[in-house]
């Protein structure tokens, strides 16, 4: 079974700027898929933004109810309201989308990409994989921020020079495959 040709973002919230909206706009034009689909909860506000994503070719903007959304993949795993319940107490936007992004994977399929993705290259070589999933090398955890020691800091306060210079550098990203494990 190959994994469905769509590509599926989540949003929370009435307001998308441009940032966020190239994320599904790159999507659109070079993910090779059929469908790039928007799953938000709330109205979106009306502007420049939401006319560009409605005139693109692919893109489907999705009003969804969250609490119905989870309900749906909560009984088809035999969970009850247990995804509600979870999802209820969260109060982070990012781990609400966290959760609404594995139910919606897990009923639809697909290709799940966050906002603040740019798509370069079609995904299509990917869809034949039984399953995938993408690596993102964070400098940053919340671990890190939250530390108190100076070693902690200092190593990823490096690593943060390190990887900001390799970035800048051409061909950077060769000599960022030797630390990334860092």
């Known amino acids: 079974m190959s994994i469905p040709a769509r590509v599926h973002f989540c949003w929370i919230g009435p307001q998308l700027n441009w940032a966020y909206a190239f994320a599904l706009l790159s999507a659109a034009a070079q993910a090779g898929v059929d469908e790039v689909v928007l799953h938000h909860t709330d109205e979106l506000a009306q502007g420049a933004v939401l006319t560009a994503l409605r005139s693109t070719a692919g893109m489907r903007l999705e009003r969804i109810d969250a609490c119905e959304l989870l309900a749906e993949a909560g009984a088809a795993l035999g969970l009850s309201g247990a995804l509600a319940d979870i999802y209820a107490n969260l109060t982070s936007p990012a781990q609400r989308s966290d959760v609404l992004r594995a139910a919606i994977l897990y009923l639809h399929g697909g290709i799940y990409l966050d906002l603040d993705t740019i798509t370069v290259a079609s995904?299509?070589?990917?869809l034949d994989a039984p399953q995938f999933i993408g690596a993102e090398y964070?400098?940053?955890?919340?671990?890190?921020r939250s530390s108190r020691s100076w070693k902690v800091l200092a190593k990823h306060s490096a690593l943060d020079v390190l990887r900001t210079g390799l970035r800048l550098c051409p061909g950077g990203w060769r000599g960022?495959?030797?630390?990334e494990h860092w």
């Open 176 to 179: 960022f495959r030797h630390v």
């Open 123 to 126: 995904l299509r070589p990917l």
């Open 138 to 144: 964070i400098v940053w955890p919340h671990w890190v």
